[in-house]
Each structure stands twice: as structure tokens, then as C-alpha cells.
């Protein structure tokens, strides 16, 4: 048994701009949306512009400067199927960080045992009373071998997807849709993370379904596995994008039990909408209307290489 996420010890950090989105929720609208800046259309069809912060270069990023990973959620108990099960709620208000619309978001995490695997779910909802843009991620920070221990170089990564959207110098979207193959990118057969890394890192999102194409349940979008310590995690998600970073810009922050944590000391698999989406009309669409309620789901599976001798 061992502790495998990245974090603090204390409130204040995550509270304080501290945390670099250690464990946190993301909202209202996970990545980056270029120049912090779009254009949707209201109640009564009049087209406006809508002008976020630009906390990321000059792009907004993770729902801005105070974004749903800084505020406090109310926290109750619930029951969403076996295991137990916690609802976090929170009421982001009409002009929230520059975006429009009441939107109410609730987050489910459900903890669970089945057979060799632990199981941890979480299901994220969000309704708007007037039209606005949701995306929502869990950003945990994996390293399967400890949170302590050095960095996750030596992971084993497959992933699902076959393509991904390039980017430009300040990682926005250029629109295209290229394929993995041949390139650093290609994580579609078993590969440590450290091959596939370049001189920047991978801070890129890949795509889990066709464009325009929803699913309905939650498929399977990676694996990840530890040969020293044996352990592995499965992530199963209907989103239709997968971000993949791997922690380039963590710099000494000083974690649980007083850990330093350094460049890749873990990596993130967000499952969400892809970035910039809002100002792209090709790729699937962000957009939450009156009566409409967005529903995301991410599925935690944990169990070692016994149990799954091939993560393939």
C-alpha cells in the first residue's frame, strides 16, 4: 500500500495559488481557451463576446484566477451505487470569472472494491440557467511508485487514442486533427513516459472520440503501470479528449510528509472537452443551455501487474 497522488498537508495551499491543480476540480471550463476570449449566442438569440482572465501567457486557463479548484464545495454524503460515496456541490454565479450564467456543479466520488480492483468513480454534473461553456477534469498528479519517489519516467503509458490536436507556441489548438503514429506522441502500445518526451514535455490533448461523436458509456482511455512497486491504473471516461501532462512545469513545491515534488514528478490524465473548443465550431462542442445538464464521467481503476499481466 502506499500513497500515489501528489498534494499537501493543509488547506492553505490549494486555497492560496500554491498548488500547481494538485487533486483539484476544474471548472467552469478545463485547458485553455485563446485569449481568454469567445462568442456564444444568449437567451433571445443576441450574439455576445465574453472577455475571461488571461491567467496562462495570454490565454485563460482552468477557469481562471479563482477557479473551481479554489473555492469551497459543500460536502455531503450520497449513495450512487456500491461503496461509499461522497456529492460535492457548488453554485458558480452569473459573471464568475467572465462567463455567463448560473451554473450549478455537483461532483460524486464513489470508492469501491471489486474483486482485485479499487475502484474510485467520479461523476461530474453541471445545469445552467442561461447558455455558457462547461468542461469539467479531476487534475490528480499519479506516481504509482509513491508520491515521494523521484519522477514517472519509467511509467509504462498506453493510450487509447490515435490522434491528438496540435498546438501552437502558446498551446492553443491550430484546429488540425493529426494522427499519434510515427511520432513522439504515440502511446497507442505500452511506452515509459519518458520516451516519448522531447525537450518540452507533453501538455497535449488526445482524442477519445470521432468528432462531433458523444459516448454514451465510459470507455477505456489508458493504462498506466509501475514495474517496481507493481501497481497499475486503468482510467475509463466517456469525455471525448484526454489531456496528457507530465508535470514539465512542477518546480520543488514541497508536498505531503515534507516530499519535494520536481519536474514530471507525476502525471495527469484529464479527461475532458478539447481546449479551445469554444472558438473552434469543428471540434465537439462545449456549450451548456437552459435544460440541458452535462454529465462526465471518470473511472479510477487500481490493482497490480498480477491482476492485469498486460496492460495493452
Not at 501567457?57 to 451505487?81: I, Q, R, S
Not at 455558457?132 to 487534475?139: F, K, N
Amino acid at each position: 500500500m502506499g500513497d500515489i497522488v501528489l498534494g499537501f498537508d493543509s488547506a492553505e495551499p490549494y486555497q492560496d495559488g500554491t498548488s500547481p491543480y494538485f487533486g483539484a476540480v476544474i471548472g467552469r471550463c478545463a485547458n485553455r481557451i485563446a485569449d481568454g476570449k469567445f462568442e456564444l449566442e444568449g437567451i433571445g438569440g443576441v450574439r455576445r463576446t465574453y472577455q475571461l482572465a488571461t491567467n496562462n501567457g495570454p490565454n485563460h486557463l482552468h477557469g481562471g484566477e479563482c477557479g473551481f479548484n479554489k473555492v469551497t464545495w459543500h460536502t455531503e454524503k450520497a449513495y450512487d451505487g456500491p461503496g461509499a460515496s461522497v456529492r460535492l456541490t457548488y453554485t458558480s454565479p452569473d459573471g464568475d470569472q467572465g462567463y455567463p450564467g448560473t451554473v450549478e456543479a455537483a461532483v460524486t466520488y464513489t470508492l469501491s472494491v471489486e474483486g482485485d480492483k479499487t475502484v474510485l468513480a467520479a461523476t461530474l454534473e453541471a445545469t445552467a440557467d442561461q447558455p455558457t461553456i462547461v468542461s469539467l477534469t479531476q487534475h490528480s498528479y499519479f506516481n504509482l511508485a509513491g508520491h515521494a519517489s523521484s519522477d514517472v519516467l519509467g511509467h509504462e503509458l498506453t493510450l487509447l487514442g490515435q490522434h491528438m490536436t496540435p498546438v501552437d507556441a502558446t498551446s492553443i489548438p491550430t484546429g488540425e486533427v493529426a494522427p499519434v503514429a510515427g511520432t513522439r506522441f504515440d502511446f497507442t502500445s505500452p511506452r515509459c513516459i519518458g520516451d516519448g518526451l522531447g525537450a518540452d514535455g507533453i501538455d497535449h490533448n488526445y482524442v477519445l472520440h470521432g468528432l462531433g461523436a458523444d459516448a454514451r458509456d465510459h470507455v477505456r482511455a489508458g493504462t498506466i503501470g509501475d514495474t517496481g512497486s507493481g501497481r497499475t491504473l486503468r482510467l475509463l471516461t466517456n469525455a471525448p479528449g484526454l489531456q496528457l501532462y507530465t508535470g514539465n512545469f512542477l518546480g520543488g513545491e514541497r508536498g505531503k510528509g515534507g516530499a519535494t515534488y520536481g519536474k514530471h514528478a507525476g502525471v495527469c490524465l484529464e479527461p475532458q472537452a478539447w481546449p479551445n473548443a469554444v472558438n473552434e465550431p469543428g471540434f465537439p462542442s462545449v456549450v451548456l443551455r437552459p435544460g440541458e445538464k452535462y454529465r462526465h464521467r471518470i473511472v479510477y481503476e487500481f490493482s497490480t501487474w498480477v491482476a492485469y499481466p498486460s496492460l495493452a
